[in-house]
């Protein structure tokens, strides 16, 4: 399983940017992805994730109602879509997906080391 994040780059605070996770090897349909990011010096830490039937969300507080996420299973595709970026919002961020079939809510979706597989990272930079 190979996971390729992509859609990093640089852009002026309030900008927007739009990551993509394109999954190959195998369809992973049971399972949860996320995204995290590392920013230098800091710990990896969550920032979203969407079940494994898209029809649950979850965001960290610091992202909540500027980040989307979505997924797209015919395209084995998962996105991040970044809005209201702010300087802070600078760091590597990095797809994952982790095994997460039936309940949604049964899992926790915030600790990366709950993840089974992770994508390579793509670098955004917010200049203020």
């Known amino acids: 399983v190979q996971l390729q994040a992509s859609g990093g780059g640089s852009v002026q605070a309030g900008g927007s940017l739009r990551l993509s996770c394109a999954i190959s090897?195998?369809?992973?349909?049971?399972?949860?992805k996320g995204w995290f990011r590392q920013a230098p010096g800091k710990e990896r830490e969550f920032v979203a994730a969407?079940?494994?039937?898209?029809?649950?969300?979850y965001y960290a507080k610091t992202v909540k109602g500027r980040f989307t996420i979505s997924r797209d299973n015919a395209k084995n595709t998962v996105y991040l879509q970044m809005n209201s970026l702010k300087f802070e919002d600078t760091a590597v961020y990095y797809c994952?997906?982790?095994?997460?079939?039936?309940?949604?809510?049964?899992?926790?979706?915030?600790?990366?080391?709950?993840?089974?597989?992770w994508g390579q990272g793509t670098l955004v930079t917010v200049s203020s």
């Open positions: 969407v079940s494994w039937d898209e029809r649950h969300l």
């Open positions: 994952a997906a982790r095994l997460a079939p039936g309940n949604p809510n049964s899992y926790n979706y915030t600790a990366p080391n709950r993840y089974d597989f």
């Open positions: 090897g195998r369809t992973l349909r049971d399972y949860a």
